[in-house]
């Protein structure tokens, strides 16, 4: 079993930025496939970055792209979403999943991950 605990999300103006790490329990984690995920109100969970095990591959969504980076330290356990040039419509509860399944691509659909965190808000003013 692993655990994901997600950190950094919260209030902020359009144009500024934060960085949301998500910690993960367990040995094995350089071997899973991390995802990030987000959830507005009243809308279906939708994908936004994902990176392989290896770091090889990495995945955006359109609506990010170039904005949002995506990083992982398999020494700390930890996977990072760097996100910059924030908009209102990026404000959402951002959900870290991990995939077990050591995938040579970085996963773009929910189903495939194994692990979800518990969340963390992201709210960007105008």
């Known amino acids: 079993q692993v655990q994901l605990v997600e950190s950094g999300g919260r209030l902020v103006q359009a144009g500024g930025s934060l960085r949301l790490s998500c910690a993960a329990s367990?040995?094995?984690?350089?071997?899973?496939?991390m995802g990030w995920f987000r959830q507005a109100p009243g809308k279906e969970r939708e994908f936004v970055s994902s990176?392989?095990?290896?770091?090889?591959?990495?995945q955006y969504a359109d609506s990010v792209k170039g904005r949002f980076t995506i990083s992982r330290d398999n020494a700390k356990n930890t996977v990072y979403l760097q996100m910059n040039s924030l908009k209102v419509e990026d404000t959402a509860v951002y959900y870290c999943?991990?995939?077990?399944?050591?995938?040579?691509?970085?996963?773009?659909?929910?189903?495939?991950?194994?692990?979800w965190g518990q969340g963390t808000q992201v709210t960007v003013s105008s």
């Open positions: 367990g040995r094995t984690f350089n071997t899973y496939g």
């Open positions: 990176i392989n095990w290896s770091t090889s591959n990495t």
């Open positions: 999943a991990a995939d077990r399944s050591s995938r040579w691509y970085a996963s773009r659909v929910v189903d495939e991950y194994d692990y």
